[in-house]
Protein backbone atom coordinates (compact mmCIF):
# COMPACT_ATOMS: atom_id res chain seq x y z
CA UNK A 1 0.00 0.00 0.00
CA UNK A 2 1.25 3.63 -0.66
CA UNK A 3 0.37 6.86 0.27
CA UNK A 4 1.87 10.41 0.01
CA UNK A 5 3.05 12.55 2.57
CA UNK A 6 4.90 15.67 3.21
CA UNK A 7 8.90 15.51 3.90
CA UNK A 8 9.76 15.80 7.60
CA UNK A 9 12.75 15.35 10.07
CA UNK A 10 10.56 11.85 11.11
CA UNK A 11 10.59 10.90 7.32
CA UNK A 12 14.17 11.49 6.93
CA UNK A 13 15.06 8.39 8.44
CA UNK A 14 13.92 6.75 5.45
CA UNK A 15 15.93 8.16 2.85
CA UNK A 16 19.46 6.37 4.26
CA UNK A 17 17.59 3.38 1.92
CA UNK A 18 16.48 5.06 -0.52
CA UNK A 19 18.57 5.01 -3.84
CA UNK A 20 17.68 6.27 -7.51
CA UNK A 21 20.84 5.83 -8.93
CA UNK A 22 21.79 9.65 -9.11
CA UNK A 23 24.07 10.62 -5.86
CA UNK A 24 23.06 14.17 -6.15
CA UNK A 25 19.81 13.36 -5.87
CA UNK A 26 20.08 10.63 -3.30
CA UNK A 27 22.32 13.49 -1.16
CA UNK A 28 19.25 15.71 -1.55
CA UNK A 29 17.32 14.40 -0.63
CA UNK A 30 19.43 12.97 2.86
CA UNK A 31 20.26 16.80 3.61
CA UNK A 32 18.80 19.48 4.89
CA UNK A 33 18.35 21.24 2.10
CA UNK A 34 15.07 19.53 1.65
CA UNK A 35 13.47 20.43 4.72
CA UNK A 36 14.08 23.92 3.87
CA UNK A 37 11.03 25.28 2.80
CA UNK A 38 12.60 28.55 1.44
CA UNK A 39 14.33 26.67 -0.95
CA UNK A 40 11.71 24.09 -2.01
CA UNK A 41 9.10 22.00 -0.57
CA UNK A 42 9.21 18.19 -1.02
CA UNK A 43 6.94 15.22 -0.83
CA UNK A 44 7.01 11.60 -0.51
CA UNK A 45 5.32 8.38 -1.53
CA UNK A 46 5.91 5.84 0.80
CA UNK A 47 5.83 2.00 0.67
CA UNK A 48 3.04 1.43 4.16
CA UNK A 49 4.01 -2.00 4.38
CA UNK A 50 8.15 -2.03 3.66
CA UNK A 51 8.24 1.88 5.82
CA UNK A 52 10.51 2.85 2.64
CA UNK A 53 10.47 5.83 0.68
CA UNK A 54 9.53 4.73 -3.24
CA UNK A 55 9.73 8.10 -4.45
CA UNK A 56 9.95 11.80 -4.14
CA UNK A 57 9.39 15.01 -5.38
CA UNK A 58 9.96 18.80 -4.71
CA UNK A 59 8.71 22.25 -5.94
CA UNK A 60 9.71 25.26 -5.56
CA UNK A 61 8.37 29.19 -7.07
CA UNK A 62 10.21 29.99 -10.54
CA UNK A 63 9.45 31.98 -13.65
CA UNK A 64 9.90 31.13 -17.68
CA UNK A 65 11.84 34.43 -19.23
CA UNK A 66 12.59 35.35 -22.45
CA UNK A 67 16.73 35.19 -23.73
CA UNK A 68 17.85 39.15 -24.79
CA UNK A 69 17.54 37.54 -28.42
CA UNK A 70 14.03 38.04 -28.50
CA UNK A 71 13.33 41.06 -26.21
CA UNK A 72 12.72 44.22 -27.90
CA UNK A 73 15.00 46.05 -25.13
CA UNK A 74 18.58 43.43 -25.73
CA UNK A 75 17.32 42.19 -22.14
CA UNK A 76 15.51 38.92 -20.09
CA UNK A 77 12.20 39.83 -20.44
CA UNK A 78 9.10 38.23 -18.15
CA UNK A 79 7.20 35.47 -19.71
CA UNK A 80 5.23 33.71 -17.23
CA UNK A 81 5.15 32.60 -13.63
CA UNK A 82 6.00 28.47 -12.78
CA UNK A 83 6.14 26.34 -10.75
CA UNK A 84 9.65 24.28 -10.81
CA UNK A 85 10.00 20.35 -10.22
CA UNK A 86 13.13 20.87 -8.69
CA UNK A 87 13.76 17.65 -7.93
CA UNK A 88 11.84 14.25 -8.81
CA UNK A 89 13.08 10.77 -8.36
CA UNK A 90 12.06 7.08 -7.86
CA UNK A 91 14.10 4.45 -5.77
CA UNK A 92 16.00 2.09 -8.23
CA UNK A 93 13.80 -0.93 -6.87
CA UNK A 94 11.04 0.90 -7.73
CA UNK A 95 11.86 2.31 -11.27
CA UNK A 96 10.35 0.68 -14.44
CA UNK A 97 7.86 -1.63 -11.63
CA UNK A 98 3.87 -1.27 -11.93
CA UNK A 99 1.50 -1.51 -9.40
CA UNK A 100 -2.46 -2.22 -9.88
CA UNK A 101 -4.76 0.60 -8.97
CA UNK A 102 -8.27 0.38 -8.31
CA UNK A 103 -10.07 3.24 -9.69
CA UNK A 104 -13.60 4.30 -8.34
CA UNK A 105 -15.59 1.88 -10.95
CA UNK A 106 -14.07 -0.65 -9.27
CA UNK A 107 -11.95 -1.94 -12.62
CA UNK A 108 -8.30 -2.41 -12.19
CA UNK A 109 -5.20 -0.40 -14.24
CA UNK A 110 -1.73 -1.27 -14.52
CA UNK A 111 0.62 2.48 -14.13
CA UNK A 112 4.16 2.75 -13.21
CA UNK A 113 5.27 3.87 -9.96
CA UNK A 114 7.02 6.87 -11.68
CA UNK A 115 3.94 7.71 -13.84
CA UNK A 116 2.10 7.85 -10.38
CA UNK A 117 4.13 9.75 -8.72
CA UNK A 118 4.55 12.21 -11.43
CA UNK A 119 0.79 12.41 -11.92
CA UNK A 120 0.59 12.75 -7.83
CA UNK A 121 2.64 16.02 -8.81
CA UNK A 122 0.35 17.33 -10.86
CA UNK A 123 -2.28 17.36 -8.63
CA UNK A 124 -0.38 19.69 -6.14
CA UNK A 125 0.97 21.63 -8.52
CA UNK A 126 -2.83 22.05 -9.59
CA UNK A 127 -3.26 23.06 -6.28
CA UNK A 128 -0.68 25.22 -5.52
CA UNK A 129 -1.98 27.18 -8.92
CA UNK A 130 -5.82 27.09 -7.72
CA UNK A 131 -5.10 27.84 -4.21
CA UNK A 132 -2.23 29.81 -3.85
CA UNK A 133 -0.76 31.57 -6.42
CA UNK A 134 -0.34 32.14 -9.94
CA UNK A 135 1.51 29.90 -12.42
CA UNK A 136 1.36 29.76 -16.12
CA UNK A 137 4.30 27.00 -16.95
CA UNK A 138 5.85 24.24 -14.90
CA UNK A 139 9.30 23.78 -15.89
CA UNK A 140 12.12 21.25 -14.76
CA UNK A 141 16.01 20.28 -15.55
CA UNK A 142 15.17 16.45 -16.75
CA UNK A 143 18.02 13.88 -16.47
CA UNK A 144 18.93 11.44 -19.67
CA UNK A 145 17.01 9.10 -17.85
CA UNK A 146 14.00 11.04 -17.13
CA UNK A 147 13.37 12.56 -20.63
CA UNK A 148 10.86 10.14 -21.39
CA UNK A 149 9.13 9.87 -18.38
CA UNK A 150 8.44 13.65 -18.66
CA UNK A 151 7.32 13.85 -22.32
CA UNK A 152 5.24 10.82 -22.72
CA UNK A 153 3.36 10.94 -19.32
CA UNK A 154 3.75 14.38 -18.64
CA UNK A 155 3.51 16.30 -22.13
CA UNK A 156 6.31 18.07 -21.24
CA UNK A 157 8.66 19.91 -24.29
CA UNK A 158 11.87 20.92 -24.53
CA UNK A 159 12.72 24.52 -23.46
CA UNK A 160 14.28 25.49 -26.51
CA UNK A 161 12.08 23.12 -28.76
CA UNK A 162 15.07 20.59 -29.22
CA UNK A 163 16.64 18.14 -26.76
CA UNK A 164 20.07 20.93 -25.85
CA UNK A 165 21.74 19.13 -23.22
CA UNK A 166 22.64 21.61 -20.15
CA UNK A 167 24.65 20.85 -17.34
CA UNK A 168 23.24 21.51 -13.62
CA UNK A 169 25.66 21.55 -10.61
CA UNK A 170 26.40 18.24 -9.15
CA UNK A 171 23.33 16.66 -11.22
CA UNK A 172 25.54 16.40 -14.77
CA UNK A 173 24.20 16.70 -18.04
CA UNK A 174 20.31 17.98 -17.99
CA UNK A 175 17.79 19.22 -20.66
CA UNK A 176 15.48 21.67 -19.78
CA UNK A 177 11.48 21.41 -19.87
CA UNK A 178 7.89 22.94 -19.85
CA UNK A 179 4.37 22.36 -20.17
CA UNK A 180 1.71 24.78 -19.89
CA UNK A 181 -0.16 24.27 -16.46
CA UNK A 182 -3.79 24.81 -18.25
CA UNK A 183 -3.60 21.97 -21.00
CA UNK A 184 -6.19 19.65 -21.55
CA UNK A 185 -4.11 17.10 -20.80
CA UNK A 186 -2.94 18.00 -17.55
Not at 11 to 21: M, N, P, T
Request: with cysteine.
Amino acid sequence: MIAFDEYNEDLRKLSSSFSCGNKHIDNFLRSSESLETDICKTYVMIELEKNEIIGFFSLAADAVLNPPEYSNANKLSFVGGAIRIYMFAIDEKYQKRSVDIIESDSKSITKTYASILLLTCFEYIDEIVCNHIGAAYVVLSATEQGIGLYKNVGGFEFLDGEEVIGYVQGDGPCVAMYKWIKEDNY
